[in-house]
């Protein structure tokens, strides 16, 4: 009865909710909805933009046509808006630089529309920030194609309303986002708006529509929660945002740019259902649901209008608080928001309610019995460590079955088919949960204390391992401490109803209050972890093979198994087939262990969760000092993006010389940068072929254009210009007797001993200047010593340390 009720509730509820879209808005809604976001029109939009194909930063569709279609639209925004009411400047920013030392951009671009009230004063503004480049090979319909024709929708609807708006909106479409958050950067340093832009609502996508998330804010911005607490469908969570600092979440968003650079509080929102299709050729128009672009529509909207008016935008600087707070929705329906000193009150308070209502229980208890307090609590203690034994053993064995399943190869087997995970890792920790205190209480059955006060400790003893929890992550300033909080807050508010009422003394009948309490934190536990997997299962397919992806899930359940099932597992304890209850999870563990080694537990399916490869037919060119080429090699570089590399073993293994790119760095300085070549990255493979790459393709060419000797002693200076492909790398490391003294470059990272540096051209493409200045000892020309006294110092064993300088020795007899 308790596990159908469960499952109702999980079915017709949570899934509900994780997976409900509101109706879209079509053209006929605008005539009774003048001032709604109409969904159609951002679908004619996102339709044309994805039409384009991938818009990789420097190719034509990004830096023409996708520029061309964004300005049309807001072009024509701005020659039907309602003039009476609002002015639009529009202005196209083509922008160059320098971003965290070594990527340096040329030529990328930025559209931008200033929405703003007829003689408008304020000069604090709104930002709304989506790009429209894409990854290659993708159509990028979510990422970020969606949030772009959201924005133009929103522009649209604002421009045609009667206001009021006391600030500006400025809406910027960024064209560099893929390649390192460039055109942002650009942006926030660079532009003339910038410095007044104070809140920043930033829009992107890890997934393909669904609900979007915020996930991540300022911790001075608490005033802002206000504001998108009212929105329509809220959608946020503080773990989240705590899992992604942590970077657990293999990505970054433009939002950092605005945050660290631009000193800009606001939001950081993405969506993230159906993550399998993200950066892939399957995030196309066809997939993306419509009706997600209403959902952000009405969302980002309600935030435009409310922050376009906000009093706090006057004076920002007034409404920080200098702290993190605590956000989550319940179910979508509503938001719950609090700073951390209301988070320590709160977790405090709740656990002293509890723990005073727990002594209260004992006491009563004892005098139920007719024993001593003293023996009810050792009878308490001994509880609690069957309790917390239970719990160690079941998080053990899940996390043990995570590292077999890697061990035998099948790591993954959820990838596709996520029902896996519960038979895998939640059902040997609800094993694990019933039958350690089944065997306890079958053997103290002959105990004083009947059957039911007997659960009641259990019960007790579960929620005093949640309080510790929770005041020790409280203290030591982990955020994600409310989800303790909240199942203890619900068990406390069940064992007071059963003090009040006295039910806890009235046979199994304090099994009621319980079972009722649990059902909001079951509601929430549940809805939290199915999206937590929404977003982590695609993840472990992209995040590299160095760790077991497995770990995550059994940790994820483990979790949320503990949250979930900790106070209801002993509820099953009153059947009288206890025993065969149990038993069916370790049952169910070890069936789904057996489908998991079975061909259903093949990680991948074709479009719908397929396994990712990075392939490259790759060329390398080394030059001697004299422009000659020592060394000419080609190769496929297949680059492992999740644990199985070994899937391809079938294509691989017609290359027999196939290795590991460990083995082909020759000792060269690529192979020792702290940021690894492309061509020498850990766990790759290296397949050597006799053929370099079709034309066409378009080869890097650095040129030495001058040296010149310096006025500063032993100085030269290198001049240089490199041409190529909009995408370059390039490698500086000086001769072990120079000395970088000055450059082009970031003056802070002259010390480093060597350098790879990204170089990213968008509309521009000509030649790239800089230059070097290396300080040069005066007896060799630049540094260079003779080829045989290098060998000979090569020569040495590898256990041998040697300081070497050059020695002349003069002699004169008169």
């Known amino acids: ?326 956000f989550f929705d319940f179910l979508g329906w509503f938001m719950v ?81 996520n029902w896996l995970i519960c038979g895998l890792y939640f059902c040997p920790v609800f094993f694990f949960l019933g039958i350690l205190p089944a065997g306890f209480l079958e053997y103290t059955k002959k105990y004083a204390l009947p059957l039911g006060l007997r659960i009641q400790l259990f019960l007790h003893s579960h929620c005093l391992i949640l309080i510790v929890l929770t005041i020790s992550l409280t203290f030591l300033n982990i955020r994600s401490a409310f989800m303790f909080m909240v199942a203890v807050f619900f068990y406390a508010a069940a064992l007071i109803g059963n003090l009040i009422t006295q039910l806890h003394n009235k046979g199994s009948w304090f099994a009621i209050p319980v079972i009722v309490s649990q059902i909001v934190p079951f509601l929430y536990f549940s809805y939290v972890a199915e999206y937590l997997y929404f977003i982590f299962i695609p993840v472990t397919g992209r995040n590299g093979g160095a760790s077991n992806p497995d770990l995550l899930i059994a940790l994820i359940a483990v979790i949320f198994a503990i949250l979930l099932s900790g106070f209801l597992i002993p509820l099953y304890l009153l059947f009288r087939r206890t025993r065969s209850i149990i038993l069916c999870s370790l049952g169910v563990a070890i069936l789904f262990m057996i489908l998991a080694i079975r061909p259903i537990g093949t990680p991948y399916t074709p479009k719908l969760a397929p396994q990712r490869y990075t392939v490259q037919h790759a060329n390398q060119l080394y030059h001697n000092a004299d422009g000659s080429i020592r060394s000419n090699e080609s190769a496929i570089y297949l680059y492992q993006q999740d644990r199985h590399i070994d899937i391809a073993e079938e294509v691989i293994v017609k290359f027999k010389a196939a290795h590991e790119t460990s083995t082909v760095c020759n000792n060269e300085a690529t192979c020792q940068l702290d940021r690894p070549s492309i061509f020498y990255t850990p766990n790759s493979l290296w397949l050597p072929v006799n053929e370099p790459p079709g034309i066409p393709y378009e080869r890097p060419v650095l040129t030495l254009t001058a040296k010149t000797i310096m006025n500063t002693p032993n100085t030269v200076r290198y001049n240089y210009t490199l041409t190529g492909p909009d995408h370059m790398m390039f490698f500086i490391e000086p001769k072990t007797s120079a000395k970088i003294i000055n450059w082009s470059f970031d003056k802070t990272i002259l010390s480093r001993k060597r350098l790879v540096f990204t170089f990213v051209h968008g509309k521009n493409n000509d030649a790239f200047e800089f230059f070097i200045d290396l300080e040069c000892h005066q007896y060799t020309e630049f540094g260079n010593r003779v080829k045989i006294y290098e060998e000979f110092l090569e020569s040495l064993p590898n256990y041998a340390t040697n300081v070497n300088w050059l020695a002349t020795y003069d002699s004169w007899l008169f």
């Open 1 to 326: 009865m308790l596990h159908s009720l469960l499952e109702f509730l999980y079915m017709a509820v949570v899934l509900q909710q994780v997976n409900h879209l509101p109706t879209p808005l079509t053209l006929q809604d605008e005539f009774t909805q003048a001032d709604s976001f109409i969904t159609e029109r951002a679908e004619n939009v996102l339709l044309n933009l994805t039409n384009l194909g991938p818009r990789v930063v420097g190719s034509e569709a990004n830096e023409v046509e996708a520029v061309t279609l964004i300005l049309d639209q807001v072009f024509k925004v701005q020659n039907e808006m309602n003039q009476d009411y609002f002015d639009i400047e529009v202005d196209l920013q083509v922008v160059s630089g320098q971003y965290m030392h070594t990527s340096l951009y040329h030529g990328v671009q930025n559209i931008l529309a200033k929405l703003s009230a007829k003689n408008n004063t304020s000069t604090n503004y709104l930002l709304i920030n989506s790009h429209f480049d894409s990854t290659p090979k993708s159509p990028g319909a979510s990422d970020d194609g969606a949030m772009v024709a959201v924005m133009l929708e929103i522009l649209r609807v604002m421009a045609n309303s009667k206001g009021p708006l006391e600030h500006p909106i400025v809406f910027l479409f960024n064209g560099a986002e893929e390649d390192g958050l460039l055109a942002s950067y650009g942006f926030t340093t660079q532009h003339k708006w910038a410095k007044n832009c104070k809140v920043i609502i930033n829009l992107d996508a890890a997934g393909s529509g669904g609900r979007e998330i915020l996930f991540q804010s300022i911790s001075e911005s608490s005033w802002l929660m206000n504001y998108y607490s009212k929105v329509t469908h809220p959608f946020a969570n503080a773990v989240l945002e705590e899992l992604f600092q942590f970077g657990l979440v293999p990505s970054a968003t433009d939002f950092r740019n605005f945050r660290d650079y631009g000193g800009m509080q606001g939001f950081d929102m993405a969506y993230i259902q159906n993550g399998y299709v993200y950066h892939t050729e399957f995030d196309s128009f066809k997939v993306y649901p419509k009706a997600s672009l209403q959902n952000t529509g009405d969302n980002v909207l309600s935030l435009a209008k409310s922050l376009g008016n906000a009093p706090e935008m006057r004076n920002i600087n007034n409404y920080g608080n200098m702290e993190h707070f605590i």
């Open 337 to 417: 928001h609090y700073t951390m000193n209301t988070n320590l009150i709160v977790n405090i308070l709740v656990c002293v309610a509890a723990l005073i209502a727990i002594v209260i229980s004992l006491c009563w208890i004892s005098k139920r019995a007719d024993l001593s307090l003293l023996a009810i609590v050792a009878q308490f203690m001994l509880t609690t460590f069957i309790q917390t034994l239970s719990l160690a053993l079941g998080a053990a064995f899940s996390i043990l079955i995570s590292y077999v399943m890697d061990v035998i190869g099948c790591s993954m087997t959820w990838f596709s088919n």
